[in-house]
């Protein structure tokens, strides 16, 4: 069993994660519960309290248990010696919060309780869940358009065609996947294929133009 002060638990983990030391207690009605027995100066910041209003103080104080049962039961048996937690984007719901924050946890069994380190990611889920929503209207888009649509990597390969390719030219999209346009092209063609190609990865700004390209 782990017998480090949260000063020791501190040095190990980023400047960024919450701290919390939970020591296991039992009431008179026999319920185990956690209660802060230690704290660092971010975790009070982040429960908009003071580091004496929380000391002391069972962790329902601010981790409301009839909303986050299962987290609840997955910490007691963390310190009561258990093997150690991580839940990765775990939706929480603080006490007096109406929204739920997804955080990353990491529990470890401590003294007579455990540390138990929190970093705040519900930015980087929401923006994750924006950019998955963004990418499925750009394919939903794509694959229901007549033009030929496709992206390129930095070197200039095609690393993905939408399906319109079939409609335009007779080409399943995948024997494109991995070649440069290019490639495709007349021989006449490619020069100036390639000059575009270099023209568009140095420019945020895509250069709209009537040519004829003839494929091979």
Known sequence: ?????????????????????????QPRDGADHLRITELNPAAAAFFHSTKPQLLGQPLTQVIAEDLNAELHQRLLAVARGGAPYVGDETTVLLRGWRTPLALDLRAVHARDGLVLSFRDVTERRRAQRDLAASEQRFRLLAENVSDVVFLSDGGGRISWMASGLRTVLGWCSEQWLGHSLA???????????????RQDRKSTRLNSSHTVISYA
Request: charged content about 25%; glycine content about 0%.
């Open 1 to 25: 069993r782990h017998t480090r002060s949260l000063c020791d638990w501190s040095s190990d983990v980023c400047s960024s994660d919450l701290l919390l030391f939970l020591s296991l207690a």
């Open 183 to 197: 490639a495709f092209c007349h021989p006449k063609d490619r020069a100036l294929i390639d000059r575009t190609s």
